[in-house]
C-alpha cells in the first residue's frame, strides 16, 4: 500500500521533528518578516502535522497536497482539534492561488519529488507567485555530496504510548547521469497485537549543490538568504558547497 495512501502513518514517522520544524518557521518569521506576518502556506502537507502545529500557534494556515487522502487527513484533523486551516488539492508543480502569504515551506524532501528541471521551475514560479513582495520561501531536502554513499540505507523508530512505528529508507536504484534515485520507504507500526506494514518506491530527483545553485539562477523571483540543515538552528548559516547534505534554504521573493 502507498505510503501517501496513510498519512496519519506517514506523518506519525515523523513527528519528533513537528516541534523543531514549527520552533525554526516561526524564528524564521520574527527574524526576517514584519511583526503582523501570520499568513502561512505549507506545499505538499501529508497528513497535516505541520498544519495543525501552526495553526495552534495563532497562524492563518493554507496547505495544499495532490494526494487526496492527504488532503482529507488533514481537514479531519483540524476538525478533531476544532482548529480551522485552509486544505486544497493542487499540483504543486502549478498551482495559482487567491490570497498571498507571508512565508511558504515545504520541508523533508518533498521538493524531490518533482522529477525534472521544468518542473522544479514551474514549482518555484508557483511559489513565488503566491508570496508577498519580500516573503520567504523556507525549502528543506538532502542534498548529494560528491563522497556520499549511492546505495544506502536508514532506519529509525518513534515510540508513542501503547505504539510504535519504525521506518526504513533504503535506496534501491540510482543515476547521477540521469539525476534520480528510486527510493523505498518501509513502515511498520504496532499497536498492541496488532501489525500493520506498508511499502512504496518513489523515484527522487537528486541535487548536488552546484545543481540547486544553477537551478536559483533559472528562477530570478527568488534569491537565497541563509542555508540551515535539519538542526533547525535559525542562527546557522552554511555555504551552499559540496559538504552540505541536509540542508534548509531561506529563499526571499526579489523584485524581478
Known amino acids: 500500500m502507498d505510503c501517501y495512501d496513510q498519512p496519519r502513518l506517514w506523518d506519525l514517522a515523523f513527528s519528533d521533528e513537528t516541534t523543531p520544524e514549527a520552533d525554526f518557521l516561526t524564528a524564521i518569521i520574527r527574524k526576517y518578516l514584519p ?3 501570520s499568513a502561512v502556506l505549507e506545499v505538499g502537507c501529508g497528513g497535516g502535522r505541520q ?3 501552526l495553526s495552534r500557534r495563532g497562524y492563518n494556515v493554507t496547505a495544499l497536497d495532490l494526494n487526496p487522502n492527504c488532503v ?3 481537514q479531519e484533523l483540524l476538525c478533531e482539534h476544532d482548529l480551522r486551516a485552509t486544505v486544497l488539492q493542487a499540483d ?3 498551482f495559482v492561488l487567491p490570497q498571498k502569504f507571508c512565508l511558504a515551506h515545504c520541508l523533508v524532501n518533498t521538493f524531490r519529488h518533482l522529477l525534472t528541471e521544468q518542473a522544479a521551475v514551474s514549482h518555484l514560479q508557483a511559489v513565488a507567485r503566491s508570496l508577498l513582495p519580500r516573503g520567504l520561501y523556507v525549502l528543506g531536502f538532502h542534498l548529494l555530496p560528491p563522497d556520499a554513499l549511492e546505495l544506502d540505507c536508514e532506519r529509525w523508530t518513534i515510540r508513542l504510548p501503547g505504539e510504535r512505528i519504525t521506518t526504513t529508507v533504503r535506496v534501491l536504484q540510482f543515476s547521477r547521469r540521469k539525476r534520480i534515485e528510486t527510493v523505498r520507504f518501509s513502515l511498520c507500526h504496532t499497536r498492541g497485537d496488532q501489525v ?3 511499502a512504496a518506491d518513489y523515484p527522487l530527483r537528486i541535487y548536488r549543490a552546484d545543481q540547486f545553485r544553477r537551478l536559483l539562477r533559472s528562477v530570478p523571483e527568488f534569491k ?3 542555508i540551515c540543515d535539519f538542526c533547525y ?5 552554511f555555504p551552499l558547497n559540496n559538504t552540505l547534505g541536509d540542508a534548509v534554504f531561506v529563499l526571499q521573493k526579489t523584485d524581478a
Open 72 to 74: 482529507t487527513a488533514t
Open 233 to 237: 538552528d535559525v542562527q546557522d548559516d
Open 224 to 226: 537565497l538568504i541563509r
Open 92 to 94: 504543486m508543480a502549478d
Open 35 to 37: 511583526e503582523n506576518s
Open 51 to 53: 498544519v495543525l502545529e
Open 196 to 198: 500493520r506494514r506498508l
